[in-house]
Nanobody, 123 residues
């Protein structure tokens, strides 16, 4: 199982960023993918979840309206787009495979992680 993310990004405040996460080594549509971010000096922050099978999504309230997850099953890739970026969004963004088969599972336990994508928001 491997999750490979896109490279580091630098954006100005107010811009958008789209991070990709390409999965391999398993049946892509059988597992949820969560997005989690790590802000410097803070704990991990759950952003939301996507079901690659049907594209269903759920977002943490904090990000609702500003983030969109999508999945392209033809290339086994999920994307996270974050808009209206601000300096507080500077973080390392991770995709993670969620082995639970319960959509509402909030334990947020993972069995595979992407390598992380540094997103820096600065003018």
């Amino acid at each position: 199982v491997q999750l490979v993310q896109s490279g580091a990004e630098l954006r100005n405040p107010g811009a958008s960023v789209k991070v990709s996460c390409k999965a391999s080594g398993y049946t892509f549509t059988k597992y949820y993918i969560d997005w989690v971010r790590q802000v410097p000096g803070q704990g991990r922050e759950w952003m939301g979840r996507i079901d690659p099978e049907d594209g269903a999504t759920k977002y943490a309230q904090k990000f609702s309206g500003r983030v969109t997850f999508t999945a392209d099953t033809s290339i086994n890739t999920v994307y996270a787009e974050l808009r209206s970026l601000r300096s507080e969004d500077t973080a390392v963004y991770y995709c993670a495979r969620n082995p639970s088969d319960w959509w509402s599972d909030d334990r947020n336990e993972y069995d595979a992680w992407g390598q992380g994508t540094q997103v820096t928001v600065s003018s």
